[in-house]
Antibody
Framework: QVQLQESGPGLVKPSETLSLTCTVS????????WSWVRQPPGKGLEWIGY???????KYSPSLKTRVTISVETSRNQFFLRLTSVTAADTAVYYC??????????????WGQGILVTVSP | DIVMTQSPDSLAVSLGERATINCKSS????????????LAWYQQKPGQPPKLLIY???TRESGVPDRFSGSGSGTDFTLTISSLQAEDVAVYYC????????FGQGTKVELK
């Protein structure tokens, strides 16, 4: 059974960089696409970007100037960096796996999510 | 971006009754090369991540009860819960996976 676990700081100051790690267990990171999705408290879901195990990435147009997603296949981990954060970036951040049919697929496995608050 | 709009925002349904949620995309999500609609449905309960229910508009994910069904094509889609159970109380989201990934605003399903 594939499991995903987000980790990282729960509090980030405005203008600083948010950095999160997603650790995948119970399966290999290779061969799948992996995404980050966020959800502001009480609101809907927003896709941030994805990475393939080769390092190929795609980002949401609204966030692409501030987002970097990277992967470390040897550790079965992938990462999110979001620069110049503001209060609007306060959200639960989820990592998720794309379904078997590749890039243009929805997400079948999700982490439990980590709340990141942007505050002085 | 493809904008996804769900209706209604919330609905109250009695146990055993049918629940119907609609989702409209701002452009077609039908992939001509394979004739599949790139539309998914998720269920999210409080404090939990979303759970994939349906993809390709009508294909039920493994383990999802058959009271959940999806239909529609092009820009108009429907999620139907044929006989609502207590454990189905949740927020439901549609998502297009045709170009990038965008979600509807969510529909809250409650017990009447």
């Amino acid at each position: 059974q594939v499991q995903l676990q987000e980790s990282g700081p729960g509090l980030v100051k405005p203008s600083e960089t948010l950095s999160l790690t997603c650790t995948v267990s119970g399966g290999s990171i290779s061969g799948y696409y992996w995404s980050w999705v966020r959800q502001p408290p009480g609101k809907g879901l927003e896709w941030i970007g994805y990475i393939f195990h080769t390092g190929n990435t795609k980002y949401s147009p609204s966030l692409k100037t501030r987002v970097t997603i990277s992967v470390e296949t040897s550790r079965n981990q992938f990462f999110l960096r979001l620069t110049s954060v503001t209060a609007a970036d306060t959200a639960v951040y989820y990592c998720a796996r794309h379904l078997w049919f590749g890039e243009l697929s929805p997400f079948d496995y999700w982490g439990q999510g980590i709340l990141v608050t942007v505050s002085p | 971006d493809i904008v996804m709009t769900q209706s209604p925002d919330s609905l109250a349904v009695s146990l055993g009754e049918r629940a119907t949620i609609n989702c409209k995309s701002s452009q077609s999500v039908l992939f001509n090369s394979n004739s599949k609609n790139y539309l998914a449905w998720y269920q999210q309960k409080p404090g939990q991540p979303p759970k994939l229910l349906i993809y390709w508009a009508s294909t039920r994910e493994s383990g999802v009860p058959d009271r959940f069904s999806g239909s529609g094509s092009g820009t108009d889609f429907t999620l139907t819960i044929s006989s609502l159970q207590a454990e189905d109380v949740a927020v439901y989201y549609c998502q297009q996976h045709y170009t990038f990934w965008t979600f509807g605003q969510g529909t809250k399903v409650e017990l009447k």
